[in-house]
Nanobody, 122 residues
Framework: QVQVVESGGGLVQPGGSLRISCAAS????????MEWYRQGPGKQRELVAA???????NYADSVKGRFTISRDNSKKMVYLQMDSLKADDTDVYYC????????????????WGQGTQVTVSS
């Protein structure tokens, strides 16, 4: 089994910073892409940032220059550093990974975390 757990969400003032983390565990053999999505009430889930196994990154236009995604392959973790936060960044942030397991090497599946709330408000 594979578990994906986010942490680090909370309340922050506009203009502030926050770093959220995601830890993957279980019978993982390897992880390809690691991504952060976000979703607010009545909105579709949208891709915020993505990072490949070799470190290539991609960002939504709305967060470019403000957010930074990084990963630690040895710890099976991915991070999202969020700076210059705006009220529009308020959402539940979800971690998503594409991984295979020890039992099914080469068979890559998608796994989601339960989400962490980020609220930007004064």
């Amino acid at each position: 089994q594979v578990q994906v757990v986010e942490s680090g969400g909370g309340l922050v003032q506009p203009g502030g910073s926050l770093r959220i983390s995601c830890a993957a565990s279980g019978s993982i053999f390897s992880i390809n892409d690691m991504e952060w999505y976000r979703q607010g009430p009545g909105k579709q889930r949208e891709l915020v940032a993505a990072i490949t196994r070799d470190g290539s990154t991609n960002y939504a236009d709305s967060v470019k220059g403000r957010f930074t995604i990084s990963r630690d392959n040895s710890k099976k973790m991915v991070y999202l550093q969020m700076d210059s936060l705006k009220a529009d960044d308020t959402d539940v942030y979800y971690c998503h990974i594409v991984a295979d397991t020890v039992q099914s090497r080469g068979l890559y599946r998608r796994y989601w975390g339960q989400g962490t709330q980020v609220t930007v408000s004064s």
